[in-house]
């Protein structure tokens, strides 16, 4: 097994009092894995996603992320490793110009401007949006705006990256290119969606929740091939794995 | 507010935006020196005395030249600030009626005082709008946030200047989507009824605050912590680009601080119409 990166044990958390949305949650994820995190909505996907990069507090149980635990006082440090796309990327992005929301987080953590701008460029060109430095935000299309919210990621060189449904108003060939880009960060990546075909294409191991608990924990090949299993939890086989 | 004019309103903050990012020779200046000229300027034509006309007419010469180095539309100019210039030259409009002393007479006619402070209040706030308005359209938001954390303006200040600038424009999106929602639910009805007013408001209130929660949530996720980062420009501070607009920046401040000092403490506009008379 590769070095443990998020080490969770026995979360459980509620926006309500006595209202549960995760309940003793446990789940370790190695260095170069692929998650994807599977469940119907209401299921409680974006809600651990948001918990691991700190956004939310009252949980009981507890969040290590490469063996810091996630507390009030080491927020920065954690948040330095992981990079978390929202899945609404009109609330990732909100400075100008692309280029200035791509060179927000870097400029944050008191990179030099020749730092900064390397990571800018790099981070561009592996989301193939460098023509789009200078553009407007506002003027991107549901596409460019999601690689773009991508690209304000890598720019932070995180060693964990979290989506939360990423392929949500895609069209082919900008799914194409997540899948291709996702494909090439070679570190902990953990998917929340239930497009499962994209699961398919991007993840190795599937992790299904529902009703806020853990229903299984495997192999994609295992959990998305087994029609009665994700019926039973609110979900369809992949289209691609139906043979239609 | 129909969801149209909320639409006109958001498309005028971005292309203000647009302006203030692009690639022009006004744009490329630092913005601390922008920032220090414009309150220059209107500190300079605020202190004229309510007589002067003659001098405050010389100032136009500043948002003369910075409107046609910068290559802003002027007709532009005015377009958007159609509701603040009526504004503006309203200041001072009883003036005419207390000081009714005749103080010089063009040809037959005599001006009273009233009318002279009258015109010359127009003309200081058309003057420091079009100042502000130079300012805001050849400098961007962030940078000009910058460059009041350059001169110690507290962190908290800039900050709640720059969330708010950004929060405007999400309140207006939201306040757009549900009007547009609305009205295609009310065909044929002008505008949105009284009865359904509080539900709107309070929606809109409850959606701008949850976006405006995400807004934050990504910030901080970036290592935003209650503080706008440092830099003014992507570009390597010691690119050559950067030494030019540096250079250029300091003629720029040092030519304009001249001139305004000259055009207040030098009777100009009188020794020019000495050679004429």
């Known amino acids: 097994m590769s070095h443990i990166h998020i080490d969770v044990e026995n979360l459980t958390y509620a926006y309500e009092a006595g209202v549960p949305v995760l309940q003793d949650i446990c789940l370790h994820a190695g260095e170069n894995e692929s998650i994807g995190l ?6 409680g996907k974006s809600t651990l996603l948001k918990l691991l990069v700190g956004l939310g507090t009252g949980f009981t149980g507890s969040i290590r992320v490469e063996e810091i635990p996630l507390e009030k006082k080491t927020l920065p440090k954690i948040r330095e490793k992981i990079g978390y796309v929202f899945q609404d990327a009109d609330a990732q992005l909100f400075m100008t110009t692309v280029g200035e929301d791509v060179a927000f987080a870097p400029r944050n953590y008191g990179l030099p401007e020749e730092e900064v701008e390397k990571r800018v460029q790099t981070a561009l060109e592996k989301t193939h949006i460098s023509h789009l430095r200078d553009k407007a935000v506002y003027k991107l299309s549901g596409g460019e705006k999601k690689l773009a919210s991508i690209a304000t990621i890598l720019s932070m060189t995180p060693h964990i990256i979290l989506l939360d449904e990423p392929s949500v108003a895609l069209d082919p060939q900008n799914r194409r290119n997540l899948i291709r880009i996702l494909g090439e960060f ?15 294409d991007t993840c190795e191991r599937v992790i299904l929740l529902s009703g806020g608990r853990i229903v299984r924990d495997g192999s994609a090949e295992e959990i998305l091939r087994d029609r009665e299993l994700l019926e039973a939890n609110g979900l369809e086989l992949p289209l691609s794995l139906t043979g239609r | 507010m129909s969801s149209n004019k909320i639409d006109g309103a958001i498309g005028e903050f971005r292309s203000l935006d647009t302006s203030a990012n692009q690639d022009q020779w006004m744009n490329r200046l630092h913005p601390l020196v922008k920032l220090f000229l414009t309150i220059l300027y209107i500190t300079v034509t605020v202190s004229f005395s309510r007589y002067q006309l003659a001098g405050l007419l ?10 046609t180095v910068g290559e802003i539309s002027f007709a532009g100019c005015l377009k958007r600030l159609r509701i603040v210039l009526p504004l503006v030259c309203m200041v001072g409009i009883f003036n005419p009626l207390f000081d009714r002393e005749v103080v010089l007479h063009i040809g037959s006619i005599a001006v009273t005082g009233g009318v002279l402070s009258m015109i010359t209040l127009m003309i200081k706030g058309v003057l420091t709008v ?4 130079l300012l805001i359209v050849t400098t961007s938001i962030e940078k000009i946030c910058r460059a009041l954390r350059l001169i110690h303006v507290p962190k908290v200040l800039v900050t709640e200047i720059l969330l708010i600038y950004r929060y405007v424009t999400v309140l207006l999106s939201e306040a757009g989507r549900i009007t547009q929602a ?17 539900p709107l408001l309070g929606q809109m209130l409850l959606r701008s605050m949850d976006r405006a929660e995400v807004l934050y949530e990504s910030m901080c996720i970036r290592g935003f912590s209650g503080e706008f980062p440092g830099g003014t420009s992507l570009r390597p501070a010691d690119s050559k680009e950067a030494r030019r607009a540096g250079r250029a920046s300091l003629c720029w401040l040092f ?4 001139v305004f000092l000259l055009i207040r403490f030098v009777p100009l506009a009188e020794w020019l119409g000495g050679l004429f008379v």
């Not at chain 1, 599977?38 to 299921?43: D, F, L, P, S, V």
């Not at chain 2, 010389?58 to 409107?67: N, T």
């Not at chain 2, 079009?130 to 308005?133: E, G, Q, T, V």
């Not at chain 2, 030519?255 to 001249?258: G, L, S, V």
């Open chain 1, 38 to 43: 599977i469940g119907a909505n209401g299921a």
């Open chain 1, 186 to 200: 070679d570190h902990l990546k953990i998917i929340a969606s239930h497009d499962l075909d994209f699961i398919w």
């Open chain 2, 58 to 67: 010389c100032m136009a010469i500043y948002p003369l030249v910075g409107f």
């Open chain 2, 130 to 133: 079009l100042a502000s308005y």
């Open chain 2, 182 to 198: 609305y009205s295609l639910r009310a065909p044929g009805q002008k505008g949105v009824a009284f009865k359904a007013w509080g």
């Open chain 2, 255 to 258: 030519f304009w601080t001249a």
